[in-house]
T-cell receptor
Framework: GAGVSQSPSNKVTEKGKDVELRCDPI?????LYWYRQRLGQGLEFLIY????????KSGLPSDRFSAERTGESVSTLTIQRTQQEDSAVYLC?????????????FGPGTRLTVT | GENVEQHPSTLSVQEGDSAVIKCTYS??????FPWYKQELGKRPQLIID?????GEKKDQRIAVTLNKTAKHFSLHITETQPEDSAVYFC???????????FGSGTRLSIRP
């Protein structure tokens, strides 16, 4: 079946502009995560959605970052007034958070470059 | 706070030798510990996971051990092969929920 998809795959934007990144999780997955991965670095947790519960936004680095999710489907991560330090790969993952597995399935990522 | 420490950050082993990567976590309520492998330019993929009710799990050449008292867990790869070269991430659940926090990663290189 279809895996997690993300769009765009690459985004180049000028400093100060807003960007919107999209994630389509696997159908039926109630949990959805956003991570940031700078070049050669680890996976930095940003935000976590679980069903209809309030999202865990504890990883968002500043108020320029926000995310939404419509029910248990698409999620968008918005970065306002982008800065050069926002340049990174943004990875989305989804999982079945109930039952026997919490395995996360990652999307291919969106490579964001802020010039 | 929520933290997963991972060591070493880089590891180079001779082909055929074993590799060990260690992680510690801070939340005693953590109950699920996955390991992900990320090859260059690709997305992370789950290779093995362990729950808090077991101490060890094996899958062919890879194994994971968990010490709940000490709050640490380790990945063991035996008979390493060139295709094992990648970045490996450990992770742990937090807040007794599915929120998953990752370690900083270990870049494993296998020398021919």
């Amino acid at each position: 079946g279809a895996g997690v998809s993300q769009s765009p795959s690459n985004k180049v934007t000028e400093k100060g502009k807003d960007v919107e990144l999209r994630c389509d999780p696997i159908s039926g997955h109630t949990a959805l995560y956003w991570y940031r991965q700078r070049l050669g670095q680890g996976l930095e947790f940003l935000i976590y959605f679980q069903g209809n519960s309030a999202p865990d936004k504890s990883g968002l680095p500043s108020d320029r970052f926000s995310a939404e999710r419509t029910g248990e489907s698409v999620s968008t991560l918005t970065i306002q007034r982008t800065q050069q330090e926002d340049s990174a790969v943004y990875l989305c993952a989804s999982s079945l958070s109930f039952g026997q597995t919490y395995e996360q399935y990652f999307g291919p990522g969106t490579r964001l470059t802020v010039t | 706070g929520e933290n997963v420490e991972q060591h070493p950050s880089t590891l180079s082993v001779q082909e055929g030798d074993s590799a060990v990567i260690k992680c510690t976590y801070s939340d005693s309520a953590s109950n699920y510990f996955p390991w992900y492998k990320q090859e260059l330019g690709k997305r992370p993929q789950l290779i093995i996971d362990i729950r808090s009710n077991v101490g060890e799990k094996k899958d062919q050449r890879i194994a994971v051990t968990l010490n709940k008292t000490a709050k640490h867990f380790s990945l063991h790869i035996t008979e390493t092969q060139p295709e094992d070269s990648a970045v490996y991430f450990c992770a742990a659940t937090y807040s007794s929920a599915s929120k998953i926090i990752f370690g900083s990663g270990t870049r494993l290189s296998i020398r021919p």
